[in-house]
Nanobody
Framework: QVQLVESGGGLVQAGGSLRLSCQGP????????MGWFRQAPGKERMFVAA????????NYADLTKGRFTISREGAKNTVYLQMNSLKPEDTAVYYC????????????????????WGQGTQVTVSS
């Protein structure tokens, strides 16, 4: 069982910043493109950002483009989501996910592409 562990969520005021982290086992992390998704109350889970195995290619949802940055650190088997200029509508449970990939420069944005998921971390943005 692959375990991805998120951290860094919390309560922040509108306009503030948070950095989420997600750590996984090396054997999975090194072979996967990684992604972040979020699910707001009463809504479906949606794509936020993704990063390729190489770390050179990133992809963002339009709602987060320019405010969020995804990155990865191989030495720590960790993927990050830096969130700036947070808005109340960013309030959600944020999940990281891993998609095994044979390709180094591919990102994935569909939930069905991801085989492994973390337990989620709550982000609440107050107005």
């Amino acid at each position: 069982q692959v375990q991805l562990v998120e951290s860094g969520g919390g309560l922040v005021q509108a306009g503030g910043s948070l950095r989420l982290s997600c750590q996984g086992p090396e054997r999975t992390f090194s072979r996967s493109s990684m992604g972040w998704f979020r699910q707001a109350p009463g809504k479906e889970r949606m794509f936020v950002a993704a990063i390729s195995r190489s770390g050179d290619v990133t992809n963002y949802a339009d709602l987060t483009k320019g405010r969020f940055t995804i990155s990865r650190e191989g030495a720590k088997n960790t993927v990050y989501l830096q969130m700036n200029s947070l808005k109340p509508e960013d309030t959600a449970v944020y999940y990281c996910a891993a998609a095994l990939s044979a390709y180094y420069a591919v990102t994935k944005y569909r939930e069905s592409d991801y085989a492994y998921w973390g337990q989620g971390t709550q982000v609440t943005v107050s107005s």
